[in-house]
């Protein structure tokens, strides 16, 4: 299967939203999403076999860096995308400079929670009612992992 990670740029945006809308209850406006590109942030998109299937958006600041947005379009979902993401995030981050990441996910987004665990990351708090979600609020699970050199 061929992959290809392509940079995100403003020009991007408009054909990434539709993504972005399709894997969020609350998903960002494109104005956030603009606002979360150049100077600290960093941002790919996926292609296999020529079809965009996901991106993410990262922040990097002082040997740190968070994991700000990650999505893969629900007709690709469970074929192992979000875990070419959050490898190319990662190898992204590291060559940064990072040495700590961070990402925080929903509480009931089981499936991300266990790609997550599964990578090595640690739950090190919880935020109450964080998300709005269809009834109410929901936590947020805030997770790390530390990359070795």
Not at 24 to 32: A, G, L, M, N
Request: glycine share 8%; hydrophobic share 40%; net charge negative.
């Amino acid at each position: 299967m061929q992959l290809e990670f392509i940079a995100i740029t403003q020009a991007d945006i408009s054909q990434l939203m539709p993504i972005e809308n399709a894997c969020h209850s609350h998903p960002w406006s494109e104005k956030v999403f603009a606002s979360c590109l150049g100077e600290r942030y960093f941002g790919y998109y996926l292609k296999a076999e020529k079809a965009i299937v996901g991106f993410y958006v990262g922040e990097y600041i002082l040997g740190e860096a968070t994991l700000m947005d990650i999505c893969v379009s629900p007709d690709y979902q469970g074929n192992g995308y979000g875990k070419y993401l959050l490898e190319h995030y990662q190898r992204q981050a590291k060559t940064l400079g990072a040495e700590t990441l961070l990402l925080e996910v929903r509480a009931k987004n089981i499936s991300a929670l266990m790609m997550y665990i599964n990578d090595g990351y640690s739950e090190i708090g919880r935020r109450t009612g964080y998300y709005p979600s269809e009834i109410g609020y929901e936590d947020a699970i805030v997770m790390k992992k530390i990359l070795t050199a």
